[in-house]
């Protein structure tokens, strides 16, 4: 089935170390997403991709970085100058267009990332 | 700026009875809006959209939202509440594409979480 899958679901890390949170999608869409998730804040976007080897700055992308080298892939690396990155992270992708289903995001189910 | 609200943290409704999650937007120009639901630890689902057309919109079990453009609201409402609709429920919104520049980039509400009791 078509599909986002993220991994890995749950990672710990030690304070000082990046960690890399994998993002593949299976339903040919030229745009993806990474959003971030804290209690009480609602989805904050990180970074975004309209187009392989291309990819913009969201609202929080401090701290953080990512790569589009294929379609299929969209990794995020939290890296140590995050300051915060306890959170819920939410991968998406969406067809890039003005049709019909334009604006619909279809999400992966997720990483939780916990700093120790 | 573009930005959602979504006032109420909590929404509590008995099983049977009909629910309402409220959402207002501020956007320039026609927003496009769009309902999310979450289930605890999982990703977000899609349930419906308006991007034009007739204001009362019908998503996916038995959600609708109507869109209320001089009140700038999109509120959620099911008829009869189900214990199975106990969840987090997201509004959003984006500009569109007619104002140029614009991408699929969401803006997200707080969230609601909506409690069914049986």
């Known amino acids: 089935d078509g599909g986002i899958t993220q991994s890995p679901k749950y990672l710990f890390r030690k304070e000082g170390q990046n960690v890399t949170l994998s993002c593949e999608q299976n339903l040919n869409h030229d745009a993806m997403y990474w959003y971030r998730q804290d209690p009480g804040q609602g989805l904050r976007l990180i970074y975004y991709?309209?187009?392989?080897?291309?990819?913009q700055k969201g609202d929080i992308a401090e701290g953080y970085s990512v790569s589009r080298e294929k379609k299929e892939s969209f990794p995020l690396t939290v890296t140590s100058a995050q300051k915060n990155p306890t959170a819920f992270y939410l991968c998406a992708s969406s067809i890039n267009s003005g049709g019909p289903n334009t604006g619909e995001l279809f999400f992966g189910e997720g990483s939780r990332l916990t700093v120790l | 700026a573009q930005s959602v609200a979504q006032p109420e943290d909590q929404v509590n409704v008995a099983e049977g009875n009909p629910l309402t999650v409220k959402c207002t937007y501020s956007?320039?120009?026609?927003?496009?809006l769009f309902w999310y639901v979450q289930y605890p630890n999982r990703g977000l689902q899609f349930l419906l959209k308006y991007i034009t057309g007739d204001n009362l919109v019908k998503g996916s079990y038995g959600f609708e939202a109507e869109f209320n453009k001089s009140q700038t609201s999109f509120h959620l409402k099911k008829p009869s509440a189900l214990v199975s609709d106990s969840a987090l429920y997201f509004c959003?919104?984006?500009?569109?594409?007619?104002?140029?520049?614009?991408?699929?980039?969401?803006?997200f509400g707080t969230g609601t979480l909506l409690a069914v009791q049986p």
């Open positions: 959003a919104v984006r500009r569109a594409l007619n104002y140029g520049g614009a991408t699929n980039k969401l803006i």
């Open positions: 991709s309209q187009i392989v080897n291309d990819f």
């Open positions: 956007v320039s120009g026609n927003p496009y």
